[in-house]
């Protein structure tokens, strides 16, 4: 089974506006980390937000928030207020406590002016 | 601090050659893990390293592809024999031991083509 599942492969959203990435995941371990990157077309990967298995509340930093939704084992990353320069694949991980990590397959992200 | 290195940043290898890629992790990390992405593609995961050892190699090709990360130097990626579709970005990454809320840092990349 996959451990991270995204399922939009390309995701397209008006500037200003917000957007929704999703991202699954399966695990047994009661503690596990969740992370997102971004990695624009000049290819380097930009680590944006991280959630605690733990963590009660969700996770924000500036524009990125992670809707963390334990019990669906769901941890979507939401983009407030797009700008041009958020266009990229943006990839979900996941860490064990084994230290082993998992990345989705990546949702292309594409800003519209 | 520096951030983790690979080198060379880009390598063209004739099919048969042997390419190695070179990772030096950031400073205090002892974990070291290697990604291979194809073109419009995803992560996949290759090959996970502590000093001296390896953790899992479980998305390692079984045949032409090696790792090792000793306990002095960088850790390397070796494709014995490349062919036309080894080519692709090799991405190498780092985290310290055992601390769950520590991201991987990754580094640039090393682009490889076959010719």
């Known amino acids: 089974a996959q451990k991270i599942t995204q399922t939009q492969p390309g995701m397209f959203v008006q500037e200003k506006e917000a957007v929704t990435l999703d991202c699954t995941y399966d695990t047994s371990d009661p503690s596990y980390g969740l992370f997102w990157y971004k990695q624009p077309s000049s290819g380097e990967m930009i680590f944006l937000i991280y959630q605690g298995s733990y963590d009660q509340q969700n996770a924000t930093e500036g524009r990125y928030s992670l809707n963390f939704q334990k019990a669906r084992k769901s941890a979507n990353l939401v983009i407030s207020a797009s700008q041009l320069g958020d266009s990229a694949m943006y990839f979900c991980?996941?860490?064990?406590?084994?230290?082993?990590?998992?990345f989705g397959t990546g949702t292309s992200l594409t800003v519209i002016p | 601090n520096a951030g983790v290195m690979q080198n060379p940043r880009h390598l063209v290898r004739r099919r048969g050659q042997e390419a190695r890629l070179r990772c030096s992790p950031m400073k205090g990390h002892s974990h070291v893990y290697w990604y291979r992405q194809l073109p419009e593609e995803g992560l996949k995961f290759m090959v996970y390293l502590q000093k001296e050892n390896i953790i899992d190699e479980s998305g390692m090709p079984k045949e032409r592809f090696s790792a090792e990360f000793p306990k002095e130097g960088p850790s390397i990626l070796r494709i014995q024999q490349v062919v036309r579709g080894d080519s692709a970005a090799y991405f190498c990454?780092?985290?310290?031991?055992?601390?769950?809320?520590?991201?991987?840092?990754f580094g640039p990349g090393t682009r490889l083509l076959v010719l």
């Open positions: 991980a996941m860490r064990e406590v084994g230290n082993q990590f998992y």
């Open positions: 990454a780092s985290s310290p031991p055992r601390v769950l809320q520590e991201t991987q840092y």
